[in-house]
């Protein structure tokens, strides 16, 4: 009497393997491109709430604020006059995050009056580009796509 074995032979394994393959291959760029778009909206949020906090503080407190965009370092540093040379708070840009421009700029916040506008844009390894403004009058952020430049 014969016995049957139950069981997966080896052919069967490896196209099973390569179908996987397969679809990892296809699915990865825009795997890739979906988690790209997915750090530029963090990076514009966390930049927004940032800039927003560092206002907060300022009226709060009611002491002045330089607020310092530096695109080679890639951050945004607040200095008050008790911070001294070193930044009082930092927000680095996560990796594949740039800020656009050339030279650092900065913004000095004083408390009673109203902010001047800051505007940040953003851009991720892919190209895609938001903008970050904040309102003088109100004060509230708002978050832009910008077009994307080749």
Do not use: C, Y
């Not at 397969?22 to 990865?28: D, E, L, P, Q, R």
């Amino acid at each position: 009497m014969k016995t049957r074995r139950a069981g997966v032979t080896l052919i069967e394994m490896m196209i099973v393997v390569m179908i996987i393959a397969v679809i990892a291959g296809v699915s990865f760029p825009a795997l890739t491109s979906g988690l790209a778009s997915v750090r530029l909206s963090s990076a514009s949020g966390s930049t927004a709430s940032f800039l927003t906090a560092a206002m907060n503080r300022v009226e709060r407190r009611e002491v002045a604020a330089a607020v310092v965009i530096s695109p080679k370092e890639n951050q945004v540093d607040v200095f008050t006059a008790a911070s001294g040379n070193k930044p009082e708070r930092s927000l680095h840009m996560p990796a594949g995050i740039s800020i656009e421009g050339a030279e650092p700029r900065r913004v000095l916040l004083q408390p009673g009056g109203t902010f001047p506008r800051i505007t940040l844009v953003l851009r991720n390894e892919k190209g895609s580009r938001r903008s970050v403004r904040i309102d003088p009058a109100t004060g509230v952020p708002e978050i832009r796509r910008e077009e994307e430049s080749k």
